[in-house]
C-alpha cells in the first residue's frame, strides 16, 4: 500500500496569511492525488483534483502542485472560513490511501 | 441533482456484523463508482473500499478478510457488510462518488 505522509499536522495562521500543506507518497502517484476539507461535524469537500485542477466552486486562493512523490497544497490569503481540517487522497494506486490531515487554525 | 445517503444502525455489538446502505440518486451505479470511507472519533479519514461501475471491488487491505461491498442497481443502493466487527470500528462511515459525499452515519461498537 502507498503511505502519505502528510505534515504538518496542525497549523496556526493569521488571516491574510499563505498557509502550505505537504504530502509525500512512498512511490511515484503520477499526479493523481486529491485536497480535501472538513469542517467539523460535515463530510469532507473536496477542493482539489490530479494535483492542480481546482475542482468547481473551489475559490483561486487554494492552488496544488507537485509531481512523483511530492505534492503541496497552499492557501493564499487565509481567510476565516478556510479554517478546517484538509487531507490529501492519493488514487493512483489501489487501496486509496489518505494522509493523516492537517488542521489549521486561527492564530 | 446528485445525492448520497447513508443508513444503518447505530450501535453494533462486539463481534457482531455491520449492514450499512448507500442509496444515490441523481446518477447511475452502472456508470459510476461509490466509495467508502470513514472517520473514528476525533480521527482521520480512511478508505475503506470501493465498487467501480461495472461491478467490481477493492478493499481497504486491513479491512479486506472482513469486508464486503455490493450493489443493487435497480435500486441504485450500494451496501457494506463488515463482520467481526470491534471498539476501533466505531466511526463515522461515508459512502462518496469523490465530489459528492453522502452526510454520513455513525457507527458505534459496545456491548
Known amino acids: 500500500d502507498i503511505q502519505m505522509t502528510q505534515s504538518p499536522p496542525s497549523l496556526s495562521a493569521s488571516l491574510g496569511d499563505k498557509v502550505t500543506i505537504t504530502c509525500q507518497a512512498s512511490?511515484?502517484?503520477?499526479?493523481?492525488i486529491a485536497w480535501y476539507q472538513q469542517k467539523p461535524g460535515k463530510a469532507p469537500r473536496q477542493l482539489i483534483r490530479?494535483?492542480?485542477t481546482l475542482v468547481s466552486g473551489t475559490p483561486s486562493r487554494f492552488s496544488g502542485s507537485g509531481s512523483g512523490r511530492d505534492y503541496s497544497f497552499s492557501i493564499s490569503n487565509v481567510e476565516s472560513e478556510d479554517i478546517a481540517s484538509y487531507y490529501c487522497?492519493?488514487?493512483?494506486?489501489?487501496?486509496?490511501?489518505f494522509g493523516a490531515g492537517t488542521k489549521l487554525e486561527l492564530k | 441533482q446528485v445525492q448520497l445517503k447513508e443508513s444503518g444502525p447505530g450501535l453494533v455489538q462486539p463481534s457482531q456484523t455491520l449492514s450499512l446502505t448507500c442509496t444515490v440518486s441523481?446518477?447511475?451505479?452502472?456508470?459510476?463508482?461509490v466509495h467508502w470511507v470513514r472517520q473514528p472519533p476525533g480521527k482521520g479519514l480512511e478508505w475503506v473500499g470501493a465498487?467501480?461501475?461495472?461491478?467490481?471491488?477493492d478493499y481497504n487491505s486491513a479491512l479486506k478478510s472482513r469486508l464486503s461491498i455490493s450493489r443493487d442497481t435497480s435500486k441504485s443502493q450500494v451496501f457494506l457488510k463488515m463482520n467481526s466487527l470491534q471498539t476501533e470500528d466505531t466511526a463515522i462511515y461515508f459512502c462518496?462518488?469523490?465530489?459528492?459525499w453522502g452526510q454520513g452515519v455513525m457507527v458505534t461498537v459496545s456491548s
Open positions: 441523481g446518477f447511475s451505479l452502472t456508470s459510476n463508482s
Open positions: 512511490q511515484n502517484i503520477n499526479k493523481y
Open positions: 490530479y494535483t492542480s
Open positions: 487522497l492519493q488514487y493512483d494506486n489501489l487501496p486509496y490511501t
Open positions: 462518496t462518488r469523490g465530489l459528492y
Open positions: 465498487i467501480w461501475s461495472g461491478g467490481s471491488t
